[in-house]
């Protein structure tokens, strides 16, 4: 599954982006969906998930409140609305997908994802 992530940028502290990401038009519904992030020297890290359905979704702590994860399958996109915006948010943002049998299903490890984007850079200036 070929993902084209895009919106990335550069922000101020305190204020807002929007992410999306494009998938196959033929296997979308079918897919969970994620989001991650890596700052230099880090680690990847989970950021949020959404289920195939779009009725469970799940977030990092460290995002929780501030970010949401949304999904639209008749056009096969998944969106990443991130408002509060912190210099700690700046990374590579990466959407993720894997098929998924049961629609209610998120999943929020790196692992579980099959199929990654090229990354879109996030940078928040403080």
């Known amino acids: 599954v070929q993902l084209q992530a895009s919106g990335g940028g550069l922000v101020q502290a305190g204020g807002s982006l929007r992410l999306s990401c494009a998938g196959s038009?033929?296997?979308?519904?079918?897919?969970?969906m994620g989001w991650f992030r890596q700052a230099p020297g880090k680690e990847r890290e989970f950021v949020a998930a959404?289920?195939?359905?779009?009725?469970?979704?799940h977030y990092a702590d460290a995002v929780k409140g501030r970010f949401t994860i949304s999904r639209d399958n008749a056009r096969s996109t998944v969106a990443l609305r991130m408002n509060s915006l912190k210099s700690e948010d700046t990374a590579v943002y990466y959407c993720?997908?894997?098929?998924?049998?049961?629609?209610?299903?998120?999943?929020?490890?790196?692992?579980?994802?099959?199929?990654w984007g090229q990354g879109t850079q996030v940078t928040v200036s403080s």
């Open positions: 959404i289920s195939r359905n779009g009725y469970n979704t």
């Open positions: 993720s997908s894997n098929y998924a049998r049961r629609p209610e299903h998120v999943r929020i490890t790196p692992n579980e994802y099959q199929d």
């Open positions: 038009r033929r296997t979308f519904n079918m897919q969970a």
